[in-house]
């Protein structure tokens, strides 16, 4: 028998590939009708940039890069690349950076949650056309981290997600100060006239002290939790500062365990389960998390086929309380929490309430993990369930006849003698309308009247802004008003406080209930019956609808027009609908 055959069968050459069972370079041949020429041409171009035989027989860990001058939310990405090769090589892997669009929520127009969807399918076509055994995820910024793990969870290959970190904070006039609930604050201060042109450009130079994400329980820091909270993430690294040597280590880590991930081809649908998604829930309540945290949930467990039961939800808030202490909900920042112990340590406090034996991508369970995390020690920032910073879950679902498939309210950042009220509608038809009277003194308006402000949902605006947090109008802020209760069907940041009811569901700009509020319709808000009610009667509302008949937004081309045509609602995760798993296998919470 020669060398060139074994058991009269031809020996495999260096250009022959199974696609079955193909690994590393192999993986996912492009296709010249002849898989050997097409293994053959792929590996002559690589050989370019000087890589060996021996490195691209090892598993490849592919690296999302989304580094951008636009974002300084992932402005430390190159260093977290370099430290994730470091991780990868050390474990014998091959790291291959590659680069997706990056979203950062200022700098996107009209919304970063209008790219969201973008960016997902980016990850997911960019993950499946290049060959990789594992692929690690950099983001941070808020829209980025969901966008990932929706793509990440339809490609089907090991995925494991690594966060930017933090910014740190700064000080202003010796108070400290973090993007962007002081943000919010000290805007809010200058419209009412409280502080002047100079204070208010001081501190714009302090609110945002390093690269990194917002320092608050704002949407960044509440989709780190989560992810962590999923089992997708290393344990710990959801709260080290971006510009830490712990944010570095958790990076080193990560590709490491990426390559392990690759061995034993742990993919992100035996992690991202109904137990992990139910567990992610139990901790979005007991941050305080943002509200969009609800929406991005919602759309990762839809890439799986795991719907997200509202009514589920408010059930188990009554009786998950938050135990975080942090803006906007109480009065510290994500540096505070890192130093606390970060995510461990209130997993530990929340024991009780999770799944114990969900999956993690160490490829061990949750439990697990929690009997090797670091010993509790004495802090102030993660309360124990018998001191916690507010009784029950940060966020509360309302139903009734102005939102008939469910409302948000964010109950840990409201006022509580604004959450039973009932008062007068002052209603704007759109955020320009908005823009255009709200700070006229003419308006008509009170501190016990209610805003209401349409047409901002998925199709509205379009994607869903957050112009839910409307500002209080100039005179009454003036006059000293901090709150009202403000309704609409589109979003607020996290990093926003105050007595707002989001995601009024169907939107108004389809023809929900919203879209046939008027001036002086009373409204009654009560988040302990879990109400929302418009005091109109329903011939009403019908004789409304028909003098008015609502025409669904269009577009002409290109992305907007596939957004408008295919976007769900709130309730769904303002996913494309094309994208959800097309079975339901699971609901969540459990009964």
């Not at 002559?44 to 490849?60: E, Q, V, Y």
């Not at 690594?162 to 910014?167: A, D, F, Y």
């Not at 402000?453 to 901090?482: C, D, F, N, S, W």
């Not at 769900?568 to 459990?590: C, E």
């Amino acid at each position: 028998m020669t060398d060139e055959t074994k058991g009269g069968k031809p020996a495999k050459g260096p250009f022959d590939s199974d696609s079955a069972t193909a690994q590393g370079v192999a993986r996912g041949l492009t296709n010249y009708g002849d898989k050997g020429f097409s293994l053959f041409l792929r590996k002559a171009f690589i050989k370019g940039a000087g890589l060996s035989d021996d490195a691209l027989a090892r598993p490849i860990i592919g690296i999302v890069n989304t580094g951008s001058s636009y974002n300084p939310c992932h402005g430390n990405a190159p260093q977290l690349i370099e430290a994730v090769k470091r991780g990868v090589m050390l474990a014998g892997g091959l790291p291959m950076d590659f680069p997706t669009i990056s979203v950062h929520e200022s700098f996107s127009q009209p919304t970063s949650m209008y790219l969201r969807n973008l960016m997902s399918m980016d990850t997911e076509e960019m993950i499946r056309a290049q060959p990789m055994d594992a692929v690690v995820l950099i983001g941070g910024c808020d829209k980025t981290v969901p966008a990932q793990l929706m793509g990440a969870a339809s490609a089907g290959v090991p995925a494991i997600q690594l966060v930017t970190g933090s910014m740190l904070t700064g000080s202003h006039r010796g108070e400290r100060v973090g993007a962007c609930t002081d943000c919010r604050r000290y805007w809010g201060r200058y419209r009412a006239e409280e502080i002047d042109a100079v204070e208010i450009a001081d501190v714009n130079n302090q609110l945002v002290a390093s690269v990194g994400t917002c320092s608050v329980m704002g949407t960044a820091s509440t989709m780190a939790c989560i992810t962590e909270a999923l089992g997708m993430m290393v344990a710990g690294g959801a709260s080290a500062p971006a510009v830490t040597a712990d944010r570095v280590r958790v990076a080193e880590r990560t590709g490491a365990t990426a390559v392990a991930m690759a061995a034993s081809r742990l993919t992100p649908d035996r992690i991202l389960t109904g137990k992990s998604i139910e567990n992610a829930l139990r901790v979005l309540l007991a941050i305080g998390g943002s509200t969009n945290g609800i929406v991005h949930l919602t759309a990762i467990a839809g890439r799986l086929g795991i719907d997200i039961d509202l009514a589920g939800l408010d059930r188990i808030s009554r009786e998950t309380p938050v135990l975080v202490d942090l803006k906007p909900s109480g009065q510290h920042y994500m540096e505070d929490f890192h130093d606390a112990g970060g995510m461990p340590a209130l997993l530990r406090e929340l024991r009780p309430f999770l799944h114990l034996d969900a999956l993690t991508v160490s490829g061990r369970t949750l439990g697990e993990e929690l009997d090797a995390a670091p010993p509790a020690f004495k802090q102030d920032v993660i309360r124990t369930a018998a001191s916690p910073i507010y009784p029950v879950g940060g966020l509360a679902v309302l139903r009734g006849n102005l939102a008939p498939g469910g409302a948000i309210i964010k109950q840990s950042a409201a006022n509580p003698k604004l959450m039973e009220h009932e008062g007068r509608a002052v209603v704007f038809e759109d955020a320009e309308d908005m823009a255009l009277r709200i700070d006229d003194d003419a308006l008509d308006v009170t501190a016990d009247d209610i805003l209401v402000l349409k047409r901002i949902g998925p199709t509205g605006a379009p994607g869903m802004p957050e112009a839910g947090y409307m500002p209080i109008p100039k005179k009454l802020a003036r006059a000293g008003v901090k709150d009202m209760v403000r309704i609409s069907d589109g979003r607020m940041s996290g990093t926003a406080a105050g007595t707002i009811v989001l995601h009024v569901t169907p939107e108004s700009a389809i023809g929900g209930p919203l879209a046939y509020v008027q001036n002086g319709d009373r409204i009654r808000l009560s988040v302990a019956q879990r109400e929302i009610a418009l005091l109109v009667d329903d011939a009403e509302l019908a004789r409304r609808a028909a003098a008015k008949p609502i025409t669904r937004p269009t577009a002409e081309r290109g992305y907007r027009k596939l957004f408008l045509q295919t976007v769900t609602q709130a309730d769904q995760g303002v996913d494309f609908d094309f994208l959800r798993a097309g079975v339901t296998n699971d609901t969540v919470p459990k009964k």
